[in-house]
């Protein structure tokens, strides 16, 4: 049973650009959570998906948006990339209303200069 | 792989002794708690949670003990291996109020030979 994949695993922007992350998540889950964790630092949540829909955000600007596929898996966009939002972006499923049961990703460095 | 955490506060222990980790929390009002461990090059794993109706909660070699009344979470992992080395975080909380986690700053644990 294949835990939760992300793509790619290291991406490198320029200021400006934008980037698209892809999660795939563990088989039986539905939720999918996006999270920013800078160097040194615990992940900060983005924002969560559910049935397609954005269900709760964390505190993060219009820039970052995402998409949920009716396969579950999920996709996070950034617009207009920042050197601030260089970071290792990770992934997160769990099963609606198992909020605690979250499984996590590898993670995408991306690397904006 | 990844490097994560390069400026964490470190707690080094010798193999085989007990380790205990801290974290203190910021939302009085947070009712669930999770410890996470983290290797370099992956995603967050689970270890342990803890909901506030609780004071403490054990499992496999590892122990969670939570203060309200200090906000304060606590991680023992008894007899030390050298594959506890990593960075562990500890994440808050409010039931029903989605899958919002607040990551800790988190603690590098080595483990001396």
């Known amino acids: 049973d294949a835990g939760v994949t992300q793509s790619p695993t290291h991406l490198i922007k320029t200021r400006g650009q934008q980037v698209t992350l892809r999660c795939s998540p563990k088989?039986?889950?539905?939720?999918v959570s996006w999270y920013q964790q800078a160097l040194g630092q615990g992940p900060q949540f983005i924002f969560q998906?559910?049935?397609?829909?954005?269900?709760q955000r964390g505190n993060f600007p219009d820039r970052f948006s995402g998409h949920q596929f009716p396969n579950y898996s999920s996709e996070l966009n950034v617009n207009a990339l920042l050197l601030g939002d260089s970071a290792l972006y990770l992934c997160a499923s769990s099963r609606t209303g198992l909020a605690g049961e979250q499984y996590f990703g590898p993670g995408t460095r991306l690397t904006v200069t | 792989g990844e490097s994560v955490g390069l400026h964490l506060p470190t707690l080094s222990v010798q193999e085989g002794d007990n380790s205990i980790i801290n974290c203190a929390y910021s939302n009085s009002a947070s009712d669930y708690f999770i410890w996470y461990k983290q290797e370099s090059g992956k995603g967050p794993q689970f270890i342990i949670d803890?909901?506030?109706?609780?004071d403490k909660r054990q499992g496999q070699r590892v122990t969670v003990l939570l203060n309200k009344t200090v906000k304060h979470l606590s991680l023992q992992i008894a007899a030390t291996q050298p594959g506890d080395s990593a960075v562990y975080f500890c994440?808050?909380?409010?039931?029903?109020?989605?899958?919002?986690?607040?990551f800790g700053p988190g603690t590098r644990l080595s483990v001396l030979p």
């Open positions: 088989s039986g889950h539905d939720t």
């Open positions: 803890i909901r506030s109706n609780m």
């Open positions: 994440a808050e909380n409010r039931e029903n109020y989605g899958q919002n986690f607040v």
């Open positions: 998906y559910y049935e397609e829909e954005e269900r």
